[in-house]
C-alpha cells in the first residue's frame, strides 16, 4: 500500500477491491516467526508442484502475530549455494518444524524427505528472488524495518526493550531476527511490483469473461459447516472402512435436522472451525477449498450433503447461506478516527499511552471524539473530526477493518497499532448497498487476476530460478 499522504487519503485506509481473493499464505521458518497473511496454512503450501516458493497474502501486509521459537541445537552443513548464499541443513530443519508444528490434525503431510526437498527448493526460490531484488536496487530501509518492529512489539503488548528481552532469554538473537523480517519484508515488495506487473486485463477480456464465465460474472460468497473425520496417513482399510461408517452416521443425523453446530463440536478433528460449529464464514467462492465449493453447488441453503472424501478425511458438509454479489447488498462503514503517527522518537507504546489518556477522556464525557480528533489527529481526516466517510469492505488496513468490524455504532476501540500509527475508532452507523455495474465488473477482474496469478508467479519463479547461479552440495 502506498503511503499517501493526509489531504489524498487516510491512514488507514487500503487500496484493494470491494471482494478481493487472499493468496495462499508465506510460511518462513524463522527463529522470531511472523505468520504472513491468515488465509492458508503453513502446511497447506506443500503438494505435488513445480519448485516454486508459496506466495504473499492478497493484503500485503505482515500480521503481528508474534511467535518464539526455541533455537535447535544440530550439526550444521551447507546444502545449497545460491548467488553465493548458503542455505543450511538448519535452515531446512526450522522450516520443516514450523510446517509440522502448524499442520492441523488429521492432515497429510508428504513424506519426511520429500517434505525437506520441498522445503529446499521453497528456500532457494526465496534466496534468488532476494538476490534479484538488489540487483534491481531494491531495499528496505533501517527506518521502514524499526518501525516495523516497533509496530510489531507494540500490537503484542510489548515494549522493544520486553521484545529484546522475551528473545535474549529464549536464546535467540535480536539481529537474525531483523535480518529475517527485512528480508521477508523484501520479498513481499518484490512479488507484490514484478508479478502483479505482468498481469494485464484489458476491459474487452473482463466483459468476455464476465458474460462467459458464470463463476466470474458475480463472485458467489459461501458460507459452509463441514465436519472432519480425520483418516490417519497409514490407516488400513478397516480402518478406513470404519471412519467412513461413522461419518455417514452422522451425515444421516445432520441431514434428518440434528444440531449441526454440536456435532461439529463433538465430533470434528479440524480444531480451529469446530468451537464454531464448523462455520467457516461467508467468503468467497474462489477463497474457499474447491471440494467444498463443487459439494455445494447443487444444495440449497441448510442442506446436507453426502460425505466427501479429502485428503485429511471425510467432511460432512452444509450450506449455511449462499450469497451472489450481482443481486446481494454489501456492508458499509462509516467510521471516525484520531491517528497519532509512530517514529523513533515517538515509538509506539508511547503513543499508545496517549491515546488512553484521549480515550478515557471521550468514554468519561469530558469532551467529544470530534474534538479530539481535530486536536490530535496526525491524518487529513481530522479537520473533520476524523470522519472518514462510507467505506467498503477492504478499504482499511487489516488490523484497522478488524478492530472496526467488532464495534457496534457508538463504540469506541481500544488503542489499534498499524502501519502508520496508532488508532483510536469510533463506528458510527452501518448501512447495506447494492453494488453497482463498476463494482460488479471490479469484482469480477479481480477474480481474474487471482485465475492469473498463480501461473504468472510461477513462471516469473522460473524465469529468476534459471538464471541464478545454484551449486547444490551432498549431506556429510
Known amino acids: 500500500m502506498t503511503d499517501h499522504t493526509p489531504s489524498s487519503r487516510s491512514a488507514a485506509r487500503a487500496t484493494r477491491p470491494v471482494r478481493t481473493k487472499a493468496l495462499s499464505a508465506l510460511v518462513h521458518g524463522i527463529c522470531l516467526s511472523l505468520l504472513v497473511g491468515t488465509v492458508a496454512p503453513a502446511w497447506a503450501q506443500f503438494k505435488a508442484s513445480p519448485a516454486v516458493s508459496p506466495r504473499i497474502p492478497g493484503n500485503r501486509s505482515l500480521s503481528t502475530e508474534l511467535k518464539i521459537e526455541g533455537m535447535q541445537a544440530t550439526t550444521d552443513y551447507i546444502l545449497a549455494v545460491v548467488n553465493q548464499e548458503p542455505i543450511t541443513h538448519t535452515d531446512v530443519d526450522k522450516r520443516v518444524a514450523r510446517i509440522t508444528d502448524t499442520a492441523p490434525a488429521g492432515s497429510r503431510l ?42 510489531i512489539a507494540a500490537q503484542n503488548q510489548m515494549t522493544l526493550e520486553d521484545l529484546r528481552n522475551r528473545m535474549q532469554s529464549d536464546g535467540l538473537d535480536f539481529q537474525r531476527y531483523r535480518n529475517s523480517l527485512r528480508e521477508q519484508m523484501l520479498l513481499q515488495r518484490l512479488r507484490d511490483r514484478e508479478v502483479n506487473s505482468r498481469i494485464q486485463i484489458t476491459e474487452d477480456e473482463l466483459t468476455t469473461f464476465m458474460k462467459e464465465d458464470p463463476a466470474a460474472q458475480a463472485e458467489v460468497a459461501l458460507n459452509v459447516a463441514h465436519i472432519l473425520i480425520a ?76 460425505v466427501v472424501r479429502s485428503n485429511a478425511g471425510f467432511h460432512i458438509i452444509k450450506l449455511i447461506e449462499r450469497e451472489n454479489s450481482a443481486q446481494a447488498t454489501y456492508t458499509q462503514q462509516r467510521a471516525r478516527h484520531i491517528l497519532l503517527r509512530t517514529s523513533p522518537q515517538q515509538p509506539a507504546r508511547e503513543q499508545i499511552d496517549r491515546m488512553n489518556d484521549i480515550r478515557k477522556q471521550i468514554v468519561g464525557g469530558q469532551t467529544s471524539f470530534a474534538q479530539m480528533a481535530r486536536q490530535y489527529s496526525e491524518d487529513g481526516s481530522g479537520a473533520r473530526g476524523g470522519d472518514l466517510g462510507w467505506a467498503a469492505p477492504g478499504q482499511f488496513v487489516p488490523e484497522f477493518e478488524k478492530a472496526l468490524t467488532a464495534l457496534q455504532p457508538g463504540q469506541i476501540s ?63
Open 414 to 476: 481500544e488503542p489499534v497499532v498499524s502501519r502508520y500509527g496508532v488508532h483510536l475508532i469510533q463506528l458510527i452507523e452501518r448501512r447495506e448497498v447494492q453494488l453497482t455495474e463498476q463494482q460488479q465488473r471490479e469484482a469480477a477482474r479481480s477474480v481474474l487476476r487471482e485465475r492469473r496469478f498463480e501461473p504468472t508467479y510461477e513462471e516469473w519463479a522460473r524465469e529468476l530460478r534459471a538464471a541464478a547461479w545454484i551449486e547444490m552440495r551432498d549431506a556429510p
Open 110 to 151: 508428504p513424506p519426511p524427505e520429500e517434505l525437506r526437498q520441498q522445503v529446499l527448493d521453497a528456500l532457494i526460490d526465496e534466496k534468488v528472488q532476494i538476490s534479484h531484488a538488489k540487483t534491481i536496487g531494491m531495499d528496505i530501509s533501517d527506518q521502514e524495518l524499526d518501525a516495523s518492529i516497533e509496530n
Open 231 to 306: 483418516v490417519p496417513e497409514k490407516a488400513t482399510q478397516v480402518q478406513v472402512a470404519a471412519l467412513l461408517s461413522k461419518a455417514q452416521a452422522i451425515q444421516e443425523r445432520a441431514a434428518q435436522g440434528a444440531n449441526f453446530a454440536q456435532l461439529a463440536k463433538d465430533n470434528s478433528a479440524d480444531t480451529k472451525t469446530k468451537d464454531q460449529g464448523g462455520a467457516l464464514g461467508l467468503r468467497p467462492a474462489s477463497r474457499l477449498p474447491e471440494l467444498f465449493v463443487a459439494t455445494t453447488t447443487k444444495l440449497k441453503v441448510g442442506q446436507v450433503a453426502p
